[in-house]
Structure formats: structure tokens, C-alpha cells
């Protein structure tokens, strides 16, 4: 009874940690958002990070959507071809890139390159005491840092998903019709008919859009929250890819539920 009451109280009290840092976090993103009016009526700030978390993933973010939509191509037509479905593969691979595929991996790719550049950008500035020196000023890190960050971080993912989305269609094209010898006019014609640019295309930005929320408060928040030494900027790094990518696996169980479900 002793060892089962005290595993009861170490899962207990991790639950309540956990639950404490949830609160935390919750509380710095509310409060970060105080802060983004601000950040608005300085673009030159916002345009200087939408460069940097956005311009420099591009480079990642096409590559990988080029290759998914190879191989989404080859794999789609070796299981429609057996069904005699093969004109529809424009269709298919058109609606799992724009509301499945486009929105998560790009999200996960930016997780793992900007994120985690911002994590540690961020990082670096609380060990250098610079963040505490803008305090001296009397100049608010969150709004002269966080902020700007944070904006662009949401307006860079929709745009990112949708470039990724448009060149894995074009890679499947490459690979279906000039490869394989599908029809080119089915292979557009059915994508054109049924899709749909508000839930099929608009509810993938949706997504999007929501999962930068997600990847862009969590890897400010790991800087911020993180210790000022080496270690602890590494650490934080890596707490931002993991809780990031299970923070957006998890929002689009939830949105694909709330979207796609329904008639």
C-alpha cells in the first residue's frame, strides 16, 4: 500500500506541475497578445521577422512539397489504377495536400526550422542580457521582440501551406501525366469540379493558420521561459519541436473533426 501511495502521489504531483506550466504558458500567450496592436503599427519590425521565419523556410518547405506530391502521385495511382480510378488521381491528391498534408507538414517543417531559430534567437538574447537591458530602458521585451515575432510567425504559416500545397500538386503532375501517362485533362478537370475553395481549400488555411498560432507561441515561449546558459537555450530548443509538433498533431485531430466531418 505504501509503494502504490506513493506512486499515486508522484503522479499526482506531476499532473499538478503539468497542469501549472499549462496555466503558465496559457497566461504569457494572453498576455503576449496585449502586445500585438503594437507590433501592427510597426511593419518595418513585422516585415524584418516575416523574412526570417518565412522568406528563409522557403527554400525547405517547397522541396518537401515537391517530394510529397511525387510520391503521393505514385502511391495514389498504384491504388486507384487497381480499381480502375486512376483519372481521379488529380482529385484525391489535391485534397490531401490542401486539407491534410499541405497545413500539418508544413507546420512540423516550420516547427523544426523557424521555431526552433526563434527559440533560441530569443535564448541567446536572455543570456546575454540583452532582454534585461531593454528592461533598464525601460522598453518592453515582449513588445520590441515577442511581438513582431509572433505576427509574423502567423502570417508566414497560411502562406507557407499554400506554396507547399500548390508545388505538391504541380510535383504530382509532373509525375502523373509526363511520367506515368495519365490523362492531363482529367488529372485537372476533376480537381477544378470538386473542390471546393471554401472548405476544401479555405478550411487548409484555417488549419494553417491555427497551427501558427500553435508553433510560434511555443517557441517564443520556450525562449522566454528558457535558462540563460547553454544548456539551457539547447534544452528549450528541443522542448520546442517536441511540444510544437504534438501541440499541432493534436489541433488538427480537433479541426479535421470539427471541418471535414460533417455533410
Known amino acids: 500500500m505504501t509503494a502504490l501511495a506513493n506512486g499515486l502521489q508522484r503522479i499526482g504531483a506531476a ?48 522541396a518537401s512539397g515537391l517530394a510529397v506530391g511525387f510520391v503521393l502521385a505514385l502511391q495514389m495511382y498504384y491504388a486507384l489504377v487497381t480499381y480502375g480510378a486512376a483519372e481521379s488521381l488529380g482529385l484525391i491528391v489535391n485534397l490531401a495536400l490542401v486539407r491534410e498534408l499541405g497545413p500539418v507538414v508544413t507546420a512540423l517543417l516550420f516547427a523544426g526550422r523557424a521555431g526552433t531559430s526563434l ?65 492531363g485533362g482529367n488529372f485537372w478537370s476533376l480537381m477544378q469540379s470538386q473542390v471546393d475553395v471554401w472548405r476544401d481549400v479555405g478550411n487548409g488555411l484555417i488549419k494553417a493558420f491555427a ?21 539551457g537555450v539547447s534544452r528549450a530548443t528541443t522542448r520546442t519541436v517536441v511540444v510544437a509538433s504534438l501541440g499541432v498533431l493534436a489541433m488538427d485531430f480537433i479541426l479535421t473533426a470539427l471541418m471535414f466531418t460533417t455533410p
Open 211 to 231: 497551427f501558427g498560432i500553435i508553433a510560434t507561441g511555443v517557441a517564443l515561449y520556450q525562449g522566454w521561459e528558457a535558462l540563460a546558459t547553454p544548456e
Open 119 to 183: 527559440t533560441a534567437e530569443i535564448g541567446l538574447m536572455k543570456a546575454g542580457e540583452q532582454l534585461a537591458a531593454m528592461e533598464m530602458m525601460a522598453v518592453d521585451p515582449r513588445a520590441r521582440v515577442l511581438a513582431p515575432r509572433l505576427v509574423a510567425g502567423i502570417v508566414a504559416m497560411p502562406l507557407l501551406a499554400a506554396l507547399f500545397s500548390a508545388v505538391g500538386i504541380i510535383g504530382a503532375w509532373v509525375v502523373a501525366v509526363l511520367l506515368i501517362g495519365v490523362d
Open 15 to 62: 499532473t499538478l506541475r503539468w497542469l501549472g506550466s499549462l496555466g503558465h504558458a496559457a497566461t504569457f500567450f494572453l498576455d503576449l497578445l496585449r502586445f500585438v496592436p503594437g507590433a501592427l503599427a510597426r511593419p518595418a519590425l513585422v516585415a524584418a521577422q516575416l523574412y526570417a521565419v518565412g522568406n528563409r523556410s522557403l527554400v525547405i518547405i517547397m
